[in-house]
């Protein structure tokens, strides 16, 4: 299966030096738990609801002037359109993540593909055991 075909398609990046008030905002707004972060027209991390939960929340910092690239999960993981969906799969199993930033063929980001997009798109039992591989640093 292709990749695009089971993807959520249109998603968005926050500015790395956007408050991270705004940034949980899109989440809200998106009903979304992660949303990758940019600088200077390139993807340089991704911001969670985890990450906004222990570095912002329980630190207590302030939302309103702490910024995207200062609490980010640093680096980033993507899938691109022209790799397969098992490709995209085994990438996450390898990395233990639950979301892939899509690119084209011009590293523009053009949507997201998570564990729940995956489900929808390929057997349970494929889903299932990839959840458990990506869960498993959990026990």
Same mark, same amino acid.
């Given at each position: 299966m292709n990749i695009e075909d089971?993807?959520?398609?249109?998603?968005?990046?926050a500015s790395a030096d956007m408050p991270v008030n705004e940034v949980a905002r899109m989440m809200a707004t998106d009903d979304i738990g992660a949303v990758p972060v940019g600088k200077d027209d390139r993807l340089i %991390? #991704? &911001?969670t609801d985890r990450d906004l939960a222990i570095r912002v929340v329980a630190a207590r910092r302030d939302p309103d002037r702490t910024l995207a690239e200062q609490v980010m999960s640093p680096?980033?993981?993507f899938c691109t359109?022209?790799?397969?969906l098992?490709?995209?799969?085994?990438?996450?199993?390898?990395?233990?993540i639950r979301r892939l930033p899509v690119l084209d063929?011009?590293?523009?980001?053009? %949507? #997201? &593909?998570?564990i729940g997009d995956i489900a929808h798109a390929v057997g349970q039992s494929l889903a299932g055991e990839l959840l458990r591989a990506v869960a498993a640093h959990h026990r």
């Open positions: 089971a993807m959520h398609p249109k998603a968005d990046w %991390g #991704m &911001l680096g980033i993981v359109t022209h790799e397969t098992e490709g995209a799969i085994h990438l996450m199993d390898q990395k233990k063929g011009n590293k523009r980001m053009i %949507g #997201m &593909l998570g």
